[in-house]
């Protein structure tokens, strides 16, 4: 009996023993994980951190600085603007800083770039002008400039609370690439600049940086696409276990607060610290895979559903004809295809008296009947789309300058003989056409604005005619 007592004391001993030692062999490993993982984010994060520092916050605090110098405003608030002094400061500036700089005038609407080029900020054609004009933040990180995508930091300058314009500093994309290639060689980690949108603005992997006018978006990474739908939820990804390319990795995340940018790393872990993590989240890989069916069925869903939005949001819902999105995304893949390209700009003249003696529903029936004649007589691959109001585009691939003025001519024959109808009453309308052409990559706000150069030559001259400006060679 007094064995039996002995030997089942000792099983609970050696019970106690054994739970014990599990559970400080589970405290020290889960303490071990911890302390890999914290460290292997301080390795990433500090200089990712550095990087920040270097290539975003010093620029802007450079030019935050000499945003507030007086020689700037002078020259800003000054309505007769000395352009010959305003660019010898800029490219002062541009070699003691090594960053090229620009001044945008609110006063003159011209923007003056250190390079030595201006440009004349138009409303309708330099949409980030009257766009950041209207934001209450006065720092502004953004892509631009298409034909060789820039890095932009704007800034808003006052004159005694007056707003003067903006002046910032500008770095082309392909200047960060090296960059971002010595801290991946050195580092050996991904790191992504996701903006307020979503949208990839800068990365170490040059195939997401922003090509033409297409962003890539964070939600469309296929790592992004593997995480569980309760971590999405959480609106943050610190911390998160990722696969990419078969290899897991740890994402740490750092708010870039001036500009209201995301900056994601990740962090590729070690063999062994990866397979101990996985020894504790065994448990949970059933409600994992559960998850992730679910998630993977409602992205699908979605997909569809988006690609529907999609086709709904480059249509004009009034002529079903491509809206400006479609446009320039065609003009886009015509430049890509190294095309050359005819532009023919055309607006219905005297279209306002329709709308005001027969109204607005006669209105749109014409320009109905007027966007179903321009489909009804273009070639396969020719786009037409709807501008805005009265006005129609068409792009002509593979077209000679001649050749797109012989089509407007032949369009406009043919909108002058059509007799448009409302159901009660038939209508004659006519047009104006403007022509332009390139065999070039150029981009199509000049393309536009030669054409609607040409269009406004057309409409002095009397309406329901041709006219042509070419775009001046490069």
């Known amino acids: 009996m007094n064995a039996f007592r002995s030997l089942y004391r000792s099983f609970l001993i050696l019970f106690a023993v054994v739970v014990v030692s599990i559970v400080t062999l589970v405290h020290f490993t889960a303490s071990k994980i911890v302390a890999e993982q914290s460290r292997a984010q301080q390795q990433s994060i500090s200089p990712a951190i550095s990087l920040i520092v270097d290539q975003l916050l010093k620029p802007l605090h450079v030019s935050q600085t000499l945003a507030e110098a007086k020689e700037l405003k002078d020259l800003m608030k000054n309505p007769e603007v000395d352009e010959k002094t305003v660019f010898e400061m ?5 070699l003691e800083f090594d960053m090229e700089f620009f001044i945008a005038s609110d006063l003159t609407r011209m923007q003056y770039n250190s390079n030595g080029t201006k440009l004349a900020l138009v409303e309708g054609k330099v949409d980030w002008y009257f766009r950041y004009k209207e934001w209450q933040q006065d720092a502004i990180a953004d892509i631009g400039q298409w034909e060789d995508p820039n890095f932009y930091i704007d800034l808003k300058v006052y004159d005694d609370k007056k707003f003067v314009g903006f002046f910032g500093i500008s770095k082309s994309l392909d200047s960060f690439v090296d960059i971002f290639a010595q801290y991946k060689a050195l580092h050996g980690y991904d790191f992504i600049f996701v903006d307020q949108d979503d949208n990839i603005a800068l990365s170490s992997d040059p195939e997401l ?5 297409v962003f890539t978006t964070l939600q469309s990474l296929e790592w992004y696409e593997g995480l569980s739908s309760e971590r999405i939820a959480k609106g943050s990804l610190n911390n998160a276990l990722v696969s990419i390319n078969g290899k897991d ?3 740490a995340e750092v708010k870039v607060d001036p500009f209201g940018w995301t900056m994601y790393l990740l962090t590729p872990l070690q063999a062994r610290q990866t397979e101990i993590s996985r020894s504790f989240i065994v448990s949970v890989v059933t409600l994992l895979v559960i998850i992730f069916a679910l998630f993977f069925l409602i992205y ?22 491509p809206n400006r999105n479609k446009v320039e995304l065609r003009y886009a893949e015509m430049l890509d295809k190294k095309q050359s390209v005819g532009l023919i700009l055309i607006d219905i003249d005297h279209f306002k008296t329709v709308n005001d003696t027969h109204g607005h529903n006669a209105g749109d029936q014409v320009l109905r009947q007027i966007a179903k004649l321009l489909q009804n007589q273009l070639r396969d691959g020719d786009v037409v789309g709807r501008w805005g109001g009265e006005e129609f585009v068409l792009l002509l691939p593979d077209t000679t300058a001649d050749q797109a003025f012989e089509v407007a001519q032949k369009l406009r024959e043919n909108l002058a ?19 332009s052409h390139t065999d070039t990559e150029r981009a199509l706000t000049d393309l536009l604005g030669y054409a609607d150069d040409a269009l406004y030559q057309a409409k002095r ?4 005619m041709v006219k042509m400006q070419l775009a001046k060679a490069a």
């Open 90 to 94: 800029l490219r002062r500036l541009e």
């Open 417 to 435: 003989k059509m007799t448009a109808s409302t159901g009660s009453i038939s209508l004659q309308v006519t047009a104006s056409f403007g022509v």
């Open 300 to 321: 699908h869903l979605l997909y569809h559903f988006k690609k529907d939005m999609q086709k709904n949001f480059q249509t004009d819902p009034l002529t079903r004809l």
């Open 461 to 464: 001259d009397g309406r329901n």
């Open 209 to 213: 940086i922003v090509n033409k006018t």
């Open 249 to 251: 990795a740890l994402i």
